[in-house]
């Protein structure tokens, strides 16, 4: 069975970045995505950025874009995150997640079928 486990939050400061990591366990892992959503407190869980696990091809949330970097390193598995200038609005529950279907929308959360537990990020003011 296929895991995925994020880390790499924590408290930063307005302006400054950090880099989560996403890594796949289990199983040979093969998806066609992956993707970065996070869920901030009484909002619904948004798409930040996906990228194509052959490819490497990337898509961003018109919300973080020129900010973010997605990546991966297929011969470990593992998915991540470069977020850079960041504000107290991006504070959120980030998740990573692996999209098997070739035809699904990549921007919606609905669907991706495996997900990671997610870490927290806080960004102050």
């Known amino acids: 069975q296929v895991q995925l486990v994020e880390s790499g939050g924590g408290l930063v400061q307005a302006g400054g970045s950090l880099r989560l990591s996403c890594a796949a366990s289990?199983?040979?892992?093969?998806?066609?995505?992956m993707g970065w959503f996070r869920q901030a407190p009484g909002k619904e869980r948004e798409f930040v950025g996906a990228?194509?696990?052959?490819?490497?091809?990337?898509y961003d949330a018109d919300s973080v874009k020129g900010r973010i970097t997605i990546s991966k390193d297929n011969a470990k598995n593992t998915l991540y995150l470069q977020m850079n200038s960041l504000k107290p609005e991006d504070t959120a529950v980030y998740y990573c997640?692996?999209?098997?279907?070739?035809?699904?929308?990549?921007?919606?959360?609905?669907?991706?079928?495996?997900w990671g537990q997610g870490t927290q990020v806080t960004v102050s003011s």
């Open positions: 289990g199983r040979t892992f093969s998806s066609y995505y």
């Open positions: 997640a692996a999209l098997f279907h070739p035809l699904a929308l990549i921007r919606s959360a609905a669907s991706y079928a495996l």
């Open positions: 990228i194509n696990w052959v490819s490497g091809m990337t």
